[in-house]
């Protein structure tokens, strides 16, 4: 999800439309997963604190207030 996240801001130019879009993205994907792929309710919960997690670490990155490495994909 994060790589993702970081795609969409660097598409919009502007970091904040950037950030809502990337916010509503990833919210409507694990809306998706949750909703249409039979789980457990234990897994669901892994889920989302699986993407709270990084999506506290991807505003803390884009708002500067940690500077998180992002690992590079050859």
Known sequence: YYLLLVKVCKLTGD?????????????????????????????KKIIYVIVAVV????????????DIPIPQLR
């Open 15 to 43: 970091n904040m439309i950037g950030l809502i879009l990337a916010l509503a993205l990833v919210g409507f994907i694990v809306y998706l997963i949750v909703t249409f792929i039979p789980m457990p309710d234990p897994f």
């Open 55 to 66: 999506l506290i670490l991807y505003i803390m990155r884009v708002f500067g207030i940690a």
